[in-house]
């Protein structure tokens, strides 16, 4: 089998994966911790954000893949001042240059009640590619918001290569 096939297989492999059965509330906010955990393994420095923020919302996995057209999602848990308030989905989509797929976890922190009110209406939209920084050690560190909003990634699996523009958008149901 060439490799062209392979990643079509793959591509579809995570679009069923993506529309398969929601997980339940109490499993998702599990997953959301324990991704909050990994973040602040790689990188101790976001402890303060998580302690700082007026919000975040945490999606332990998106699953991404593209060959020259792409596409992601992934489902999280929405948290204000700590406690869990919702449920967000996210997906994206993407053209140009690419090739693989991989998995990644997303925590997207939000400064104040305006930029978490924000998201809750739908109105956050951005190029991922543009905008989120790789949970490294020191990135907390030298990390700031823009417009309210920071955003970390950190990679779970999977390799993709790409040079591509896109975006990524967000919707919000209260638990």
């Known amino acids: 089998m060439s490799s062209?096939?392979?990643i079509l297989l793959l591509l579809c492999v995570l679009c069923l994966a993506a529309c398969a059965a929601t997980p339940s509330d109490d499993r998702?906010?599990?997953e959301s911790w324990a991704a909050l955990?990994?973040?602040v393994d790689r990188d101790p420095g976001?402890?303060?954000?998580?302690?700082?923020a007026h919000g975040y919302v945490v999606f332990p996995e998106i699953a991404k893949g593209g060959f020259w057209v792409g596409g992601g999602f992934g489902r999280g848990i929405v948290f204000e001042r700590g406690e869990p308030i919702g449920r967000a989905t996210t997906s994206q989509a993407t053209i140009g240059a690419q090739?693989?797929?991989q998995s990644y976890s997303q925590v997207i922190f939000f400064r104040d009640d305006a930029a978490l009110r924000t998201f809750q209406r739908g109105n956050l939209e951005f190029s991922a590619q543009a905008t989120a920084v790789a949970a490294t050690a020191g990135a907390a560190a030298t990390t700031s918001?823009?417009?309210g909003v920071a955003v970390f990634n950190m990679t779970r699996g999977g390799l993709m290569a790409e040079a591509s523009v896109g975006g990524q958008r967000f919707s919000f149901e209260r638990l």
């Not at 976001?46 to 700082?52: A, E, F, G, N, V």
């Open 46 to 52: 976001l402890q303060d954000w998580i302690d700082h």
């Open 99 to 101: 090739i693989g797929a």
């Open 37 to 39: 955990d990994r973040f």
């Open 4 to 6: 062209i096939p392979k």
């Open 28 to 30: 998702l906010i599990r």
């Open 145 to 147: 918001y823009e417009r």
